[in-house]
């Protein structure tokens, strides 16, 4: 009878977690490289930001990949290193894109 009872609870804690954590429908995400040239020693602190309101900050190894989810929408992303090296761009998304993007960093 117990099994019963903790099956029970582990089936209904599995279907509540999954109506919590929904994805949005209409999300998009932007998936990158980070290049950079010989005079840039890594790691780079990598921005992504909307109106000048940063939403992701992460740290990446040069030649590393980098994954964001976003709504769609025009975005800039922006990386920089400790010696300098900085790149900026801006991108946008459209609804349920992949959109892939290489940044290569630059003194």
Known sequence: MKFFILLNFLF????????????YAGASALQGKLLANKK??????IWVSKSSEILYQIE??????????LMPGEYDIASTTNNGCQVKK??????????????KLTK
Not at 14 to 21: F, I, P, T
């Open 12 to 23: 209904s804690f599995y279907l509540q977690a999954n109506e919590l954590v929904k994805p």
């Open 40 to 45: 840039c020693l890594g790691p780079a602190v």
């Open 60 to 69: 990446s190894p040069i030649g590393g990949s980098f994954e964001f989810h």
């Open 90 to 103: 801006s991108f946008s998304v459209k609804k349920d894109e992949v959109k892939e993007i290489e940044i």
